[in-house]
């Protein structure tokens, strides 16, 4: 049986991070989030100088989360089926199409059933995405790492 001394001084913070695949996983997942917080805020923003309602706020964040709820069961499935990287890609693609809707309609004042129209499609896109990034923690590395590595993807996702 080895001392706690001995245990901790093997143990690496950054065994996870040694991985290039998993390093791109990382940074691709921390600057998603940062975007996504940036894009709220704007939007809210935005929603809220031109429409001065609480309630328009209110359904920003409901129209992206029944997507995710409604369709989890269903996601969640596809990310054990298909290749989880090209769920990923694509959903990835499908917000960043959403998010240029959004901006050529902040642009142009468009309506607002057209960006609720752009959120959907975003909400729609997260649902997918999320547990495809998630199962790909497990394919970029070594089982021994695994937990090191969900530490790091948890922190990632607190951005």
């Given at each position: ?146 937990s090191n590595a969900a ?9």
């Amino acid at each position: 049986m080895s001392s706690p001394e001995a245990t901790a001084a093997r143990h690496d913070p950054f065994a996870a991070l040694r991985f290039r695949d998993f390093r791109l996983l990382i940074g691709g997942t921390f600057l998603t989030v940062v975007g996504e917080q940036m894009l709220n805020v704007a939007l809210g923003w935005e929603l809220y100088e031109r429409t001065s309602s609480p309630l328009v706020l209110g359904l920003v964040g409901l129209v992206q989360v029944l997507p995710v709820i409604g369709l989890s069961l269903v996601a969640g499935h596809a990310a054990d089926r298909f290749d989880r990287k090209r769920i990923a890609v694509l959903t990835m693609m499908a917000v960043a199409l959403g998010a240029l809707g959004l901006a050529l309609l902040s642009y142009l004042s468009g309506p607002l059933v057209l960006i609720f129209g752009c959120l959907l499609v975003i909400g729609v896109a997260r649902a997918f995405q999320s547990p495809a990034l998630s199962s790909l923690l497990a394919q970029v590395v070594p089982s021994e790492h695994f937990s090191n590595a969900a530490t790091w993807e948890s922190s990632a996702w607190q951005a």
